[in-house]
Nanobody, 120 residues
């Protein structure tokens, strides 16, 4: 069974930084896209950033210039460096990945989520 495990959440003051990491494990043939989403009690789950296997990235407008996504294909890992955090960034952050377990079909997998809280 494929698993995504996130680490690195926590409590930080406004203007501070955090780094989230996510490791994928299990019967993985290929990982195409990896990314981060977030959800707060007041809003639906939203895209934060994604990165493809060729390194191309996509960011939500709200985090451009503050967050950086990166991945290590050899370690099946995706990271999210978050700088200049603001209270509006407070949310549960979820790792997501499109993974081929059979060499043919992409399946979507999600991590369990990690809480990021930014105090003002």
């Amino acid at each position: 069974q494929v698993q995504l495990v996130e680490t690195g959440g926590g409590l930080v003051q406004s203007g501070g930084s955090l780094k989230l990491s996510c490791v994928a494990s299990g019967p993985i043939f290929e990982i195409s896209r990896m990314g981060w989403y977030r959800q707060s009690p007041e809003s639906a789950r939203e895209l934060v950033a994604t990165i493809s296997s060729d390194g191309s990235t996509n960011y939500a407008d709200s985090v451009k210039g503050r967050f950086t996504i990166s991945r290590d294909n050899a370690k099946n890992t995706v990271n999210l460096r978050m700088n200049n955090l603001q209270p509006d960034d407070t949310a549960v952050y979820y790792c997501a990945a499109k993974i081929k377990t059979d060499g043919v079909t992409d399946y979507n997998f999600w991590g369990q989520g990690t809480q990021v809280t930014v105090s003002s």
